[in-house]
């Protein structure tokens, strides 16, 4: 006590007792001025959670969390799990036309009934989890349509989390801390059930359902840390859950979609029963294995998505954005990354470059032949350059030094990947840029989306996961993008396996990837057309527009597809090799989106100022790819990497703090794997860690072939058909023929059957001697250039017109006989074969086209096949989806025999090739017996041979009609 009189503390507080009177009037204002707390019902508190995410709750969609005790309850408040139908933005189509299919239910069961809104549930009965209240009473997913799930008319849901404070007995009072657990703006969350700390619901879009999910909410058991890795994995999970505990996550994916599914949550693990016939299936919670009894008709398997400690530069972003919103996230990330590069600035730069067999010798082509391999000399931008600027060298990683079934063999490189290192600013000299040339012929690609990003839009994660292949050979490593909070509602495509996780944007930036391994670079395609494209039909028919893919239509997709930050588009289009002119075929691509120049960025105010560590992937006038890195450069200075080394299309992987670069991998005899990076300063994952699951995407490469030649890059179709190399000549290089010979057996007759390698040929019609034509008709060209007859492979008889009425015929654009528009059509443009139906096809410069009679129709035999005639030699050709050219021979009195055994193979269109005069058909090959001849009597169908180029191809060659 102090010698204070008591009167001077009485003096002080009554002057000060206006002020006090002030605060606490304004206090009960404001208090009373507020809306009165929701009821103690399930309606009231459904509303108070649809307002908290400016939405709509249904009542029989929540479901409370154990509880913590009275003082928890009242001061921090009792967690609520809820399926939210989140408002829709301006323009944005409503949530019940963003695939909610027939599917959807969710019944009391799902959200806990009656109880978990009020009673017991709301606070003064028993602990959420045990019981009906927990969805452990009838299998969630019988109870009423999505209309009557969301009151107000929205459909697709999410799965939220958040605290809500409750009085003694049980009557909320306020509510915060909201989290997005799943976050699938494409997918509906249904059928929630929950038990104790596991909370499980299944994903639907398109009319299916695309995965289920379930959550240990109470973070798993992840082992022993570090203090510094436990502080970054709690203010993780705190970020994504709203709980330092985290969540675990173990996600159920189909190779088949069922229907419908309903769930429910027992000790041992998760039951299922999916679609209309309720077939059975469990998900045991010891092993994480899904058991289907012997029966899987839609494929199920499980994965469980690892739990790691984000660095805190992946977290100061989206922590600042939780706290301070959007912009100062990005404040805080430049901050960060330019801590880091400061960081980097007073550390010793790594050693060395990678191994090499030194220059790279030109790959043996015989003569008049160009040699493709390694790409031509980059020229330096920089003069004087530097000692082996821009000169290719073979890269000679340890592991392996060389692919297999090359040893030995000097028909074949020693390695398909070539490096060199450029300077490509004048004005920054100190840039330089790593390229990696992929030797496309011998490497297939495949994506693999990470166990966190991209965060998927419709159904469950990537796996992150490296196959268990004895050809894998390296891995490349993709952007992640931006993640948490801070992240953009509009996520860049990606597909892997025919499955969407985020369904592909009209004009980005993309990388697209075949069954065949083939890449395709450029802007995706309004509405997705790339037909021509072996890709994999992904749940329903092809869908036009984006709206399209909300109103449950499905949609085609690649077989794999990754869509990046901006594009690279040539400007004017490298001139290719004489060889090579069907390459670029067509005009260049346009830019890649309204209104952006080509090369430029997608997305303004991405950071393309930045200098710092970038990559990027592209495409060559020649088909192979380069990968570009630099540790310090921005995309200026990447665009200008890419000009000079000849690209034609190309996608940026992303920037710092992305992992990027090139890791080469090795499968070792005890069945692990061995890595090493191209450089060692690339921040992709370090050797150590490429056994594990990766977070973020990547673009892994295997060889075509472990143990010889690649396969052949054409289709072979037919079980019962053996397909052998023909015994002719065959155009460079040796290893890989392009004209490839089988019998079968049709109708009784002998068919020979001729298949002719896409990207291996240029196709020239030549009329015949004995075509006759109206003396005022111009002359046709009866041979090919003199520059090309030196690479004829090979001759197909076509025959000759008829002296009434000969069928229509045109060389190099010049008619000769006019078209009637009846029957099928043999159509070369571009050097390439299309067979299509007589009529409205315009004969622009250049092409070269004759009318046949149609004998197939899609798929479907035509009566003029069965037409009896002579006996005598007849074929007939079609073309497969991915070009290959296919001729059938054999001696029989019709052209059933012919037909049919193309029809077998997969035609859906052919043409008998007889232009009417019933001439003798033949295939003549180089080297062969009989010889080729310069010129023949019948018109005749040329095959003029190209080096093999390298398989990556632009996107508007797969959008071609």
Known sequence: MTGRPLSTWIDHLRGRLPVALGVALL????????????????????????????????????????????????????????LGVPRPLDGEPAPDERGAGPAASAGPAAGAGPAAGAGPAAGAGPAAGAGPAAGAGPAAGAGPAPDERAPDGRGAADLYRARVRLTRSGRPVSLGGVRNLTDTPLGDDRNLVARGRRVAVTTSAFGVVQGITLLDLGGGAPGPRPLGERLRAALDGWLETGSADGASRTEIVFDTPPASARLDLVDEGL???????????????????????????????????????????ELAGPSAGRLLGP??????????????????????????????????????????????????????????????????????????????????????PSSPFAATTLRPDPQREHVRVHLLAIDTRHVRFTLQAGFEAPRPTVGPHGTGQLPDAAALRGAIGLGVGARGPAAPPAALGMVVGGRALVPPRDGAATIGVDLSGRPYFGA?????????????????????????????GGRRFPWALWQGPSLFEAASPATALPALVSLPAGPPAGPPAEGAPAGAALSPGDGDDLVVERSALCMTDRGFVIH?????????????????????????????????????????????LAAERLAPEMSLAPPAHVAAASPGPFLYFESRSTDGPPAPDLSLPGERVGWAADGGAQPPPAWSPAVYAASAVHLGAQVRLHAFAPDRFLFRLRAGSREISPRTAPKLDAEVPADERARVMAAIGVGTGRRRGPRGLAVGGTVGLRFRGEGGLLLVRGGRVEIRPAGGVEIGPGTDATELPLTADDGRLRPEAREIGTMRRRSAACVLDDGTL????????????????????GCARVVALDRGAHRNAFVHRAAGDPALQQAYEETALFAVGLAMPGRARRLTEAARP
């Open 27 to 82: 206090g009960a204002a404001a208090r009373l001025s507020t809306p009165p707390p929701p009821a103690r019902t399930a309606d009231a508190i459904a509303g108070m959670l649809g307002d908290a995410i400016g939405g709509a709750v249904s009542p029989d969609d929540f479901v409370w969390e154990e509880r913590g005790g009275f003082l928890s309850d009242a001061l921090l408040g009792r967690r609520v799990l809820f």
């Open 271 to 313: 039951v299922m029963a999916l679609g209309p016939e309720a077939v059975p299936a469990a998900l045991n919670a010891g092993t994480g294995e899904v058991d289907t009894g012997g029966r899987d008709p839609f494929g199920a398997r499980a994965h469980h998505l690892p739990r790691r400690a984000p660095s805190f530069l």
């Open 327 to 412: 912009g100062a996230a990005a404040a805080v990330e430049r901050l960060a990354r330019a801590a880091g590069r400061a960081a980097a600035g007073v550390r010793p730069a790594p050693a060395a470059a990678y191994l090499t067999h030194g220059a790279a010798a030109p790959e043996p082509a015989p003569e008049g032949w160009p040699s493709l391999w390694p790409p031509p000399q980059v020229q330096p931008a920089i003069q004087p350059p530097l000692p082996g600027e821009g000169d290719w060298v073979l890269v000679a990683p340890s592991l392996p030094r060389v692919l297999p079934g090359v040893e030995g063999d000097p028909q074949r």
């Open 524 to 552: 995706w395609p309004s509405g997705g057309d790339v037909a021509r494209v072996p890709w994999a039909l992904w749940q329903g028919p092809p869908a036009a527009t984006p709206r399209d893919l909300r109103d449950g």
């Open 628 to 672: 570009a890195w630099s540790g310090a450069a921005d995309a200026a200075a990447m665009r200008a990497a890419l000009e000079r080394a000849r690209c034609l299309a190309g996608v940026s992987l992303g920037r710092a703090p992305d992992p990027l670069g090139v890791a080469f991998l090795s499968r070792q005899a005890d069945g692990g």
């Open 886 to 905: 296919l001729v059938a021979t054999t001696t029989f009195d019709s052209d059933e025999a012919t037909t049919e055994a193309l029809l077998d193979l």
